[in-house]
């Protein structure tokens, strides 16, 4: 099922054309990322989808509700210094979070545990954000996207400025929230492409989508090893081919 169906998106800022004609659906299973060069228009599409930014011009169908578009933003490690919990940072995220006048409801303070299970963070609930080291964090911010049950989490540069370990670890929690829960990641990260997405759309201005098993079988068939800068390039284009020598 089509979860949300983009058709024809253009936008602009005053006179920066960021994208024109933006076609794309994003289904259930889907693990999209969304790569591209800098300033090509990721950020603003992802703005579009989440009614961050208004539409200008085409449609954007969601056949899921706005709160059931879980969200984490780029350089979440801002304001690490500020002196809250891991559980605390969570329940913020609680869209039906009953406010007390002492502390937060039980329910609330369940469900945030709960989310901070799904992360496997559950034991760190109680640390100050900052004692975490930047994995940890992203988690714990993923655990916050988490607790409106969404059906989409969208993620902008989940692993920028975490260790190649931590970032590992990340990916493999968005493989077990893909068993759910549609993911899409904007990300300059090519691991992420070729270890955990099923599907990559390039974005320059204009999309191109692709299934990347396709495009990993026409990268890798004509050379050993799979060169980075040639599978971006591949991916720029309507028509994949690699076959030039190395
Ligand atoms: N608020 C804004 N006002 C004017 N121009 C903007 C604004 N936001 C983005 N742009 C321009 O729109 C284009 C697309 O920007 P956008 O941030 O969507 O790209 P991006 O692919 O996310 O870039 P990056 O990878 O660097 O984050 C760029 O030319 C950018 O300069």
Do not use: W
């Not at 253009?10 to 960021?18: D, I, R, V």
């Not at 011009?57 to 210094?81: C, F, R």
């Not at 890798?220 to 020598?245: M, P, Y």
Request: charged share 25%; proline share 2%.
């Amino acid at each position: 099922m089509n979860l949300i169906q983009i058709e024809n998106l253009s936008h602009s800022y005053s006179n920066t054309k960021a994208l024109e004609e933006v076609s794309i659906n994003i289904k259930e299973d889907d693990f999209l990322a969304i790569i591209g060069p800098n300033g090509g228009g990721k950020s603003t599409l992802l703005k579009l989808i989440l009614g961050l930014l208004p539409i200008q011009n085409g449609k954007i169908l969601k056949n899921i509700k706005n709160s059931e578009v879980g969200y984490v933003p780029q350089n979440t490690n801002l304001n690490i210094d500020f002196p809250i919990t891991a559980l605390e940072v969570v329940l913020m995220g609680h869209i039906k979070r009953k406010r007390k006048i002492f502390g937060y409801a039980k329910e609330d303070i369940f469900c945030a545990m709960n989310s901070l299970k799904q992360v496997g963070m559950e034991k760190f609930a109680d640390k100050k954000i900052g004692d975490l080291s930047g994995g940890q964090r992203q988690r714990v911010f993923i655990a916050r996207a988490l607790c409106s049950n969404p059906k989409i989490l969208m993620l902008d540069e989940p692993t920028a400025s975490i260790d190649v370990k931590g970032q590992q670890e990340i990916y493999e929690l968005l493989k077990e929230l893909n068993k759910s829960i549609a993911i899409v990641v904007v990300s300059h990260d090519l691991t992420i492409l070729l270890n955990y997405a099923k599907d990559v759309a390039h974005v320059n201005r204009t999309l191109v989508y692709h299934s990347l098993k396709e495009v990993q079988r026409s990268v890798t068939l004509s050379d050993d090893h799979l060169c980075e800068v040639e599978l971006l390039t591949a991916l720029g284009k309507t028509q994949i081919c690699c076959n030039h020598e190395h």
